[in-house]
């Protein structure tokens, strides 16, 4: 029987029955909605197909059980960090399968079963073992965490450096006066006198927090241009902004986008770009070396 099933894995066809198997699932994870009454015909076939499906990838998770063995020997189930994924995935669906049941039969179920069930979103998630390039892209992603983890250091240091700077220039600056006529209003006490409102912009410096999320939404590029402007502004605390009041306060702002912006966040994709090279020449390699030994037991078997 152990023979059958390594044939039955090592068949070419194998692997695309179960890539369809799992796209028909996804399909029908994706049909889910709140509002579908639990006796239509609608709710009785997602049901259904939940536990075919669930089946299919039992019966699959079996027959390589069986020809590789679970956890001793070698080239074992367990020691595939991808098989590993689908069994866990396999077992998160069984236990879809039992919380239905129970939720249907009216008993409680427990908070942690309900997060369970929310885990069966992941099925998709079997694709990537079964598509090389996903898998290429998977393994570069997960060998980038060391060194992107030194430039995440890098740039939270660049960040701080920067928060601290922004709070000695910025601190108590970015507040306006608004109201009808502010043409003529100079500081706060004058807008409190005048009964508007004394306001302060959203993304300021008046601490560390704030000067970092101001700082990040910077980096991102997406209205920077505006928290630039506001601390060009800036005259002082209390004090109503004057349009291009302190222009030398743009070094700031355009040394911040040179060294963070243009330069830590490109090394993350220089980092990603360098590993996935490596990658690939790696799967290229493992390629090269499983099609040399399918070579070689065709030879050897000629030969017998």
């Known amino acids: 029987f152990r023979v059958i099933c390594q044939k039955v894995i090592a068949h070419k066809m194998f692997d695309h029955v179960v890539l369809v198997f799992i796209f028909l699932n996804c399909i029908t994870i994706a049909l889910e909605r709140p509002d579908i009454d639990s006796n239509s015909l609608e709710r009785i076939f ?11 990838f039992v019966v699959e998770m079996m027959i390589k059980v069986v020809a590789l063995g679970f956890v001793s020997g070698e080239n074992t189930y367990l020691q595939s960090s991808w098989n590993v994924l689908d069994g866990i995935l396999v077992f998160v669906s069984i ?17 942690v079963l309900r997060v369970l069930r929310l885990l069966r979103t992941l099925r998709p998630l079997r694709v990537i073992s ?3 390039g996903l898998k ?5 992603l997960i060998s980038s965490l060391r060194p992107i983890g030194n430039i995440v250091l890098i740039c939270c240091a660049f960040f701080i450096i920067f928060g601290i700077l922004g709070v000695q220039l910025f601190k108590g600056k970015f507040y306006y006066c608004e109201g009808l006529d502010t043409r003529n209003i100079t500081n706060r006490s004058e807008c409190t006198r005048a009964r508007y409102k004394w306001v302060r912009r959203k993304y300021n410096f008046d601490n560390l927090g704030q000067a970092l999320m101001s700082l990040f939404v910077l980096s991102s590029k997406d209205g920077w241009v505006n928290i630039m402007y506001d601390g060009l502004d800036a005259v002082a605390t209390d004090v109503q902004p004057v349009k291009n009041h302190n222009p030398w306060m743009l070094l700031f702002f355009i040394s911040f986008l040179l060294i963070v912006s243009f330069f830590v966040l490109n090394m993350f ?7 996935f090279h490596k990658c690939r020449q790696h799967q290229e390699a493992e390629e090269a070396r499983r099609r040399e030994e399918k070579r070689l037991r065709r030879l050897e078997k000629k030969r017998r």
């Open 46 to 56: 997602l049901s259904v197909s939940n536990y075919i499906f669930t089946a299919i």
């Open 95 to 111: 236990i879809d399968i039992i919380v239905s049941l129970a939720s249907a039969g009216g008993a409680k179920i427990l908070g």
């Open 130 to 132: 079964r598509a090389p």
């Open 136 to 140: 290429l892209v998977v393994e570069t």
């Open 269 to 275: 994709v220089g980092v990603v770009v360098e590993n």
